[in-house]
């Protein structure tokens, strides 16, 4: 691995695209550093950011942004949240379906209008959060003092302060999608990828500062248990990684024979190939939509409050992330946006098509609808 990193340095080409997305990823982090004007970072570190609502999702893809009250708190969530939105409107919507078929400028037209869409949903989960950061309690039910409307003796009115955050929040959305689309074009690539793979990354030495806390104070009390347990967990982690991997790279390669052809002297086809599918196609997007979906109930009963002992609490307290509730609805909705997703994606049909007017079948398979849903079946 080292010895393809140095080989790629002596690539002048290759080289500069690593130092562009370096040099990309430390000005995310850099942001990731300067808070929005008007929030108080200390009351805010008072939320519980454990997960159990959208709060600690967003807070792992911004990298502890959230947490930090900074401007890149929302993270790319605006822009995933768009690109799945187009890709779901291409198939409801004829129009944008035969714009994302029409090649270059068609995606082309395709990104500007994600651009825009991505700008009016940073607007509104800026909204959304301001709200909800404005009327915050912590654990206790103690309402936390976040949003900060005087500076000096004269003060600025509570408005201000509302576009001020919002707008921040907006622009720092709007920016990172624009950090990745300059990786994109001037870097290595998957621009939203790193950025996303830097702000989670990001958490990994505050995670081994807490692994380490964890083993002294279980040292202290002498719980011999945990000096296996905590190394056990560590190599959990790094064969669930290298699961992921595997499972990402892993691919069902269905046959395909090419049938012999002539035209005029030449002789075209008879070869063997396959077409490979990949195992996991739509990559972590039912993850991130089914986290954001699932988290809506408890953004919901935030914004309600509702009291101790009353039906909307009950409710709250089932989709919280300790509920086994949360477990068994998140674990249904990844598997249906994955079927969702691939379905969308993927085309049984016009794959099938291909491979008849390229003289191509699938042995044992008859070319036409037969082909179609082998294909369907598989995926």
Sequence with gaps: MFKVFR????????????????????????????????????????LTFGGGNILGYLDVLSGGGLSGATIF???????????????????????????????????????????????LLGLLMGTAYYFMLFQAKDANGNSLDIVKYTIGRHGFSG?????????????????????????NEKGIGN?????????????????????????????????????????????????LVAFIVLM???????????AKRIVGRKMYGGQSTHIPIKVNMSGVLPIIFASTFISFPGMIMDFINPKEGSVLNSIRRLFAYTSPLYAVFYFLLIIAFSYFYVTIQYDPVEIANNLRKNNGTIPGIRPGTPTAEFLSKII
């Design 191 to 239: 621009g939203i990828s790193i950025l996303l793979f830097a702000g989670i990354v990001s958490r990994g030495p505050a995670a081994v500062r807490a692994l380490y806390a964890y083993w002294e104070a279980a040292r202290k009390a002498g719980l011999v248990k945990y000096y296996f347990l905590v190394p056990a967990v560590v190599v959990l982690f790094i064969l």
């Design 7 to 46: 080989d790629a340095f002596h690539i002048q080409d290759l080289r500069r695209k690593i130092l562009f997305t370096l040099f990309i990823i430390i000005i995310f982090r850099v942001g990731a550093a300067i808070p929005v004007p008007f929030l108080d970072g200390d009351e805010l570190a008072k």
């Design 73 to 119: 708190a929302l993270s790319v969530s605006p822009y995933i949240n768009a690109s799945i939105i187009m890709q779901l409107l291409g198939v409801a919507i004829p129009a944008l379906g035969r714009m994302q078929k029409e090649g270059e400028e068609g995606r082309k037209k395709i990104a500007q209008i994600t651009r825009y869409v991505t700008v």
């Design 248 to 258: 990402d790279n892993a691919e069902r390669r269905v046959p395909v024979q090419y």
């Design 159 to 183: 408005w201000f302060a509302f576009v001020t955050i919002v707008l921040v929040f907006a622009a720092g959305s709007a920016l990172m999608m624009w950090l990745g689309e300059q990786i």
